[in-house]
Nanobody, 120 residues
Framework: QVQLVESGGGSVQPGGSLRLSCAAS????????MSWYRQAPGKEREFVSG???????SYADSVKGRFTISRDSAKNTVYLQMNSLKPEDTALYYC??????????????WGQGTQVTVSS
């Protein structure tokens, strides 16, 4: 059974940094795309950053130059390094996995979310 476990959220002052982690269990090799989304109170969930199976990354315009997504294939873990954080980055951050693996190709999985609060 696939599970996504997120960690690394917290409270930070504007200009600070946080690193989110999302560990995927249930796979023996990297056969999926992973992304980070976020949802602020009263707003829709939005795409933040993603890394596809081939390793190509993408970012929302609002975080380009400040956030960096990376992965450790051996640990089945994706990271989101967030620098120069702004109050508008405050949201619940979700990890998303889209499987490209035999057995559950195309299935979409979500983590439970980790809160990021940027405030002075």
């Amino acid at each position: 059974q696939v599970q996504l476990v997120e960690s690394g959220g917290g409270s930070v002052q504007p200009g600070g940094s946080l690193r989110l982690s999302c560990a995927a269990s249930g796979y023996t090799y990297w056969c999926y795309d992973m992304s980070w989304y976020r949802q602020a109170p009263g707003k829709e969930r939005e795409f933040v950053s993603g890394i596809i199976r081939a390793g190509i990354t993408s970012y929302a315009d609002s975080v380009k130059g400040r956030f960096t997504i990376s992965r450790d294939s051996a640990k089945n873990t994706v990271y989101l390094q967030m620098n120069s954080l702004k109050p508008e980055d405050t949201a619940l951050y979700y990890c998303n996995l889209v499987s490209l693996c035999p057995g559950d190709w195309g299935v979409n999985y979500w983590g439970q979310g980790t809160q990021v609060t940027v405030s002075s």
